[in-house]
């Protein structure tokens, strides 16, 4: 799975997608990392405040990994840009 995350939503839904496609629920994810089930249910739902250690814990519960890319910024004609 390579998805493009731009927002807390974006990292929700993707969470929620792998968590689904594993079998998992909410209450085994949070159990195997010491978090509540209502705190995976915000996360999934997009909730901005989630602390990053917890984001870690739960892509880590999930065998999933972070990774930081260089934004692409799409071409502009307008300058001369070549497609």
């Not at 990053?52 to 300058?79: C, H, Y």
Request: charged letters at 25%.
């Amino acid at each position: 799975m390579s998805l493009k995350i731009v927002s807390p939503e974006s990292l929700g839904q993707a969470l929620r997608a792998e968590r689904k496609k594993k079998g998992l629920t909410q209450k085994s994810v949070g159990t195997s990392v010491g978090i509540e089930q209502h705190t995976i249910s915000k996360i999934e739902n997009g909730n901005p405040g989630a602390e990053l250690g917890t984001l870690f814990r739960v892509l880590a519960a999930l065998d999933l990994e972070l990774v930081v890319l260089p934004r692409i910024k799409p071409m502009d004609k307008s300058k001369g840009d070549v497609w």
